[in-house]
C-alpha cells in the first residue's frame, strides 16, 4: 500500500488488501477506491501544526533526512521521520509482520520508501523468521535488505548477526553516504530469537513476551559516535 492518502490507518487497509484481494500492493487513488468501499472513512488528516511545518519547510527547501537524531545527541536536530515495524510470533510458531510509515518528511511527491515494499521494509518467512527495516528507505530498497536479513538467517546465522551482515552490506556498498544516514534492521527468528543493527546509535526497540518482558533495548551500531 503506497500514496494512500485521506486514510487514518493505512496498515488496516494494506492487511485487507492481502485478506482480500488477488493483489500485495495497491497504490494512490485506486489504493483509496479500495479502502472506501471496504469501509474505511475519508478524512483530511493535515493538522494546522503539519501545513506551518511545511510552510516553513518551503523557505529552504532542503531535504534533510534526520534519523534518531535526538537519540544521537544531536539537540538541534529533529527527527523528521516515523516508520513502525512490528514482528511477532505465536505459541503455534506462527509468524507476522508489519510495517508503517509516513515516510521521510519532505521527500519528493510521488516517492515511495521502503516500508510498503516486500522484501525492502518487511520480510516474512514462516519457515525462517521475519525481519523489518527503519531508516534510509532508498538504502532497503537497494539492497533488498529485510529479504537479506532473512536469508542471512536461512544461512544459520542468528538474528542479531544477520542484521549486522546486512548492515556492513549497506557499508560495503556505499562507504561515504553510510557516514551521515540511517539504516536499522529489527529480526526474529522461528525460535523466538531477537537481533536488532543500526548504522548509527539511536535506535531503540521493543520486546514484549508472555513472560511479560516488556523492554526497551538500544540497538548495537557500527558508528556510535554523535559526530557523524
Ligand atoms: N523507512 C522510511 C522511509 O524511507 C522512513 C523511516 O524509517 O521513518 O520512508
Redesign the pocket.
Known amino acids: 500500500m503506497a500514496a494512500l492518502t485521506d486514510i487514518l490507518h493505512p496498515i488496516s487497509v494494506a492487511r485487507r488488501v492481502m485478506e482480500k484481494t488477488p493483489h500485495v500492493m495497491l497504490v494512490g487513488e485506486g489504493a483509496q477506491q479500495f479502502a472506501v468501499q471496504q469501509g474505511f472513512e475519508r478524512q483530511k488528516l493535515l493538522t494546522p501544526e503539519a501545513e506551518k511545518a511545511w510552510r516553513d519547510w518551503l523557505k529552504t527547501e532542503n531535504y534533510a ?1 534526520q ?1 534518531n537524531a535526538e537519540r544521537r545527541g544531536r539537540p538541534g536536530d529533529k ?1 523528521n ?3 513502525i ?1 512490528m514482528l511477532a510470533i505465536d505459541e503455534s510458531g506462527q509468524m507476522a509482520g508489519a ?1 508503517t ?4 518528511a519532505w ?1 519528493m511527491h510521488g ?5 510498503p515494499i516486500i522484501g525492502a ?1 518487511l520480510y516474512v518467512d514462516n519457515d525462517v523468521g521475519a525481519a523489518t ?6 538504502e ?1 530498497i537497494r539492497n533488498a535488505a529485510s529479504f537479506l536479513v532473512v536469508e542471512l538467517m536461512r544461512q544459520g546465522h542468528s538474528p542479531a548477526e544477520a542484521c549486522q551482515e546486512a548492515i556492513q552490506r549497506v557499508v560495503r556498498k556505499r562507504p561515504e553516504a553510510s557516514r551521515t544516514l ?1 539504516v ?1 534492521f529489527l529480526a526474529m527468528n522461528r525460535s523466538g530469537e531477537i537481533g536488532a543493527y543500526a548504522l548509527h546509535r539511536g535506535f531503540v526497540y521493543a520486546i514484549c513476551d508472555s513472560k511479560k518482558q516488556d523492554a526497551l533495548l538500544d540497538s548495537p551500531s557500527v558508528y556510535t559516535s554523535t559526530q557523524v
Open positions: 533526512p534519523i527527527d521521520h516515523d516508520t515495524g510495517c510509515t509516513s515516510g521521510m521527500k516517492r515511495v520508501g521502503d516500508s521494509g527495516a527503519s531508516g534510509v528507505g532508498e532497503m540511517q536499522c
